[in-house]
């Protein structure tokens, strides 16, 4: 089993409307949660860190699940601009390792 | 602040030709990372250093080298490079361990040929 998988999509979504993509993990003595958002050719940027008690900024929440070990974003509203592929980001805290998921690849149809 | 830098941006390579991939970060950061993207793979760890001092292997370690040359720097080496590390390359670094934001250069966009 990878250690974190994701549907790579592509997800295609009319503008304004809400989407959700999850994220699972291997190992669970996994401690630190991201979402990292990819422009094509770009560098991933931190979109969001994920907390135990969820978080909310803006159209974006973000969920852990510690004992189904995964997590989740919401994009409420979508727009045009989040087009993108959206990175789920897991750190192994006993060695400092930042493991990626493959990433999912969302699309807003105008 | 200019944050992660790497050099070069792009490079073309002959099969069984060597080069190193520069980084650097200003942020004071401690640990550091070399990662490459393939179309459909994501980004797989190469090599990381949690703290000045120390390397350790990722996920896709075979056929490169690094050294953490001090706090900033952290180089990425190819001894032979193979058409199979035909690939973008990027460098991050974090403040302390993963367990906060990384930050990432933008990128070397390397072709073997």
């Known amino acids: 089993r990878k250690e974190v998988e994701q549907d790579p999509g592509p997800f295609n979504v009319p503008e304004g409307a809400t989407v959700a993509f999850n994220c699972t993990y291997s190992n669970s003595a996994s401690q630190s949660f991201f979402w990292y958002r990819q422009d094509c050719r770009k560098e991933p940027k931190l979109l969001m860190s994920v907390y135990s008690s969820g978080n909310e900024d803006g159209r974006f929440t973000a969920q852990l699940n510690r004992a189904s070990q995964y997590i989740s974003l919401l994009i409420r509203d979508s727009k045009l601009s989040d087009s993108a592929t959206y990175l789920c980001v897991v750190v192994m805290n006993r060695d400092d390792k930042i493991i990626f998921g493959k990433g999912t690849r969302l699309h807003i149809l105008p | ?113």
Request: charged content about 20%; overall charge positive; proline content about 4%.
């Open chain 2, 1 to 113: 602040n200019a944050g992660v830098t790497q050099t070069p941006k792009f490079q073309v390579l002959k099969t069984g030709q060597s080069m190193t991939l520069q980084c650097a970060q200003d942020m004071n950061h401690n640990s550091m990372y070399w990662y490459r993207q393939d179309p459909g793979m994501g980004l797989r760890l190469i090599y990381y250093s949690a703290s000045e001092g120390t390397t350790d292997k990722g996920e896709v370690p075979n056929g490169y080298n690094v050294s953490r040359l001090n706090k900033r720097e952290f180089s990425l080496r190819l001894e032979s490079a193979a058409p199979s590390q035909t690939s973008v390359y990027f460098c991050a670094s974090t403040p302390w361990e993963g367990r906060t934001e990384a930050f990432f250069g933008q990128g070397t966009r390397l072709t073997v040929v």
